[in-house]
Every structure is written in C-alpha cells, then in structure tokens.
C-alpha cells in the first residue's frame, strides 16, 4: 500500500488490480488502506478492478467485505466475486460483476461513457449468462438453508486454516493469512527456494503446496498452503511439517 505513495505526479495507471481477502498471501485491506487506492483511483482517472472472490471467508469484523464499503468507490471501482469458492460451485462457472451506474470510462480524446452501460451491451450481445439450473443453484446459496449450510462449510475450511496457522507458527515458520482467507502463506525455512521446499516438502513430509514463484517473482522464497481439505488430512500434514522443521 506505501508503495503507492512512492508514484510520481506524472505516473499514472489506468487500471488497478487489487484481490482481497488476497490469493495467495490470505493477507487483508483494512479502509483505511482501501480508501488510498479509491483516492489515487479518482483523482487520476483510474478503474479499480477489485477481486472479492474470498469475502465470504472475512472473520475480522471491521474488514469491509466490499470495496463499495469506501467512500467514492462507486465512481472508481468495479467488482467481481466467484460462487467457486463461497459455494464450491468450481466447475460449475458461476460468478458476478457489479459495474456502478455512477461509473465512467474517458476515451482518448476525453469524451465520457457509462462503463456500466458499455457492460450490459457486450454482454447481452456475446454471453447470454449462467444456464437456469445453475442460476437457480446460485440463488439457493443466499436462502435461509442455503446459506446456513454454505457458512457451516466455510467455518470449515476456516478452522483447517487456524491448524495450518498455528501449526506452521509452533514450528517457529514465519506465516500470514489463515484469518481471513483459506490460505497460509509461509516464508520457506532455512533461506529455500519455493520449489526446492516444494521438493523437500513432497519427498519427506509428503505434503503437496504451491511454490510461491508459480505466483510471480515477488513470491520467490514464499510458499502457499490451502486449508480446503479434509481436517483430519491436515492435521497429519500439519503434525509432518512441525516433526520436520519444529523448533
């Protein structure tokens, strides 16, 4: 987020990627951290593409589950979240956008335009949306039952997220995320690259995660560990790593 400060008056984007609850680092953005982007975003003329695909997971109760939740976002912000992975409907494809009417694009020669106009055309015109079974599926997911189930899955993931967590730190690695996000981000011990601990961790803990550097260079000497699972598998994967690396 200090980063952004670092842009001169003369830098400036057009769009701006921002994933929270964030995969892979499981890591969150308090307002105060949101409202920064949201200024940048409105001052220079920016769009901010924001990926809630993880809000569901949110635990902490003063983390905004939408980017609508800052003050000006609807002029800046579009948003997109996936019932992959808040219903387990992967492979199923269901998601939704929502593009405020209050949003505007500026062409090259200055002239403004509803996004959320230019939205429903393209999409009327080349996607005819979600089949009916799945769309009927989707709206089951926010009935009373529905969502009552949904939620008692997510809390159990969640709690696989907390053994990971907490594991991970007896064993004295150094890990983020596991709050508000099904994943664990770990620094790799004793200074490994992501894929050499993936090595190490398949061939003698027989633990399978995903090395950080599949994420971009940034991730190098990171790793990410999944709590979406069966519990008692991670705990025997936790129990490997900690007999391992414990400290």
Request: glycine letters at 10%.
């Given at each position: 987020?200090?980063?952004l400060s670092a842009f001169g008056d003369k830098e400036k984007v057009d769009l701006i990627y921002?994933?929270?609850?964030?995969?892979?680092?499981?890591?969150?953005?308090?307002?105060?951290?949101?409202?920064?982007?949201?200024?940048?975003?409105?001052?220079?003329?920016?769009?901010?593409?924001?990926?809630?695909?993880?809000?569901?997971?949110?635990?902490?109760?003063?983390?905004?589950?939408?980017?609508?939740?800052?003050?000006?976002?609807?002029?800046?912000a579009i948003e997109f979240r996936s019932f992959s992975k808040t219903a387990g409907f992967t492979?199923?494809?269901?998601?939704?956008?929502?593009?405020?009417?209050?949003?505007?694009?500026?062409?090259?020669?200055?002239?403004?335009?509803?996004?959320?106009?230019?939205?429903?055309?393209?999409?009327?015109?080349?996607?005819?949306?979600?089949?009916?079974?799945?769309?009927?599926?989707?709206?089951?997911?926010?009935?009373?039952?529905?969502?009552?189930?949904?939620?008692?899955?997510?809390?159990?993931?969640?709690?696989?997220?907390?053994?990971?967590?907490?594991?991970?730190?007896?064993?004295?690695?150094?890990?983020?995320?596991?709050?508000?996000?099904?994943?664990?981000?770990?620094?790799?011990?004793?200074?490994?690259?992501?894929?050499?601990?993936?090595?190490?961790?398949?061939?003698?803990?027989?633990?399978?995660?995903?090395?950080?550097?599949?994420?971009?260079?940034?991730?190098?000497?990171?790793?990410?560990?999944?709590?979406?699972?069966?519990?008692?598998?991670?705990?025997?994967?936790?129990?490997?790593?900690?007999?391992?690396?414990?400290?």
């Amino acid at each position: 987020f200090f980063r952004l400060s670092a842009f001169g008056d003369k830098e400036k984007v057009d769009l701006i990627y921002l994933c929270f609850p964030n995969n892979p680092t499981g890591t969150v953005a308090t307002k105060e951290q949101l409202k920064v982007w949201v200024d940048y975003a409105n001052k220079n003329g920016a769009i901010i593409l924001y990926d809630a695909a993880y809000e569901a997971f949110i635990t902490t109760a003063d983390i905004p589950h939408s980017i609508y939740e800052i003050e000006g976002a609807k002029t800046c912000a579009i948003e997109f979240r996936s019932f992959s992975k808040t219903a387990g409907f992967t492979g199923v494809r269901c998601g939704l956008v929502v593009v405020p009417q209050e949003l505007m694009g500026t062409t090259a020669d200055g002239e403004s335009y509803s996004l959320n106009k230019l939205w429903n055309r393209r999409t009327s015109t080349k996607f005819n949306g979600a089949s009916y079974p799945v769309q009927r599926a989707a709206a089951a997911v926010y009935s009373e039952q529905g969502w009552k189930e949904t939620k008692e899955i997510i809390d159990y993931y969640m709690d696989n997220a907390r053994i990971i967590r907490e594991g991970l730190s007896a064993a004295g690695i150094v890990c983020y995320g596991g709050v508000d996000s099904p994943y664990v981000w770990l620094k790799t011990p004793e200074g490994m690259s992501s894929w050499d601990f993936f090595d190490k961790l398949l061939n003698e803990c027989h633990v399978v995660g995903t090395p950080g550097s599949g994420f971009g260079p940034s991730g190098e000497g990171f790793f990410r560990l999944s709590a979406f699972g069966d519990k008692e598998k991670v705990i025997t994967a936790v129990d490997r790593i900690k007999k391992k690396w414990g400290k």
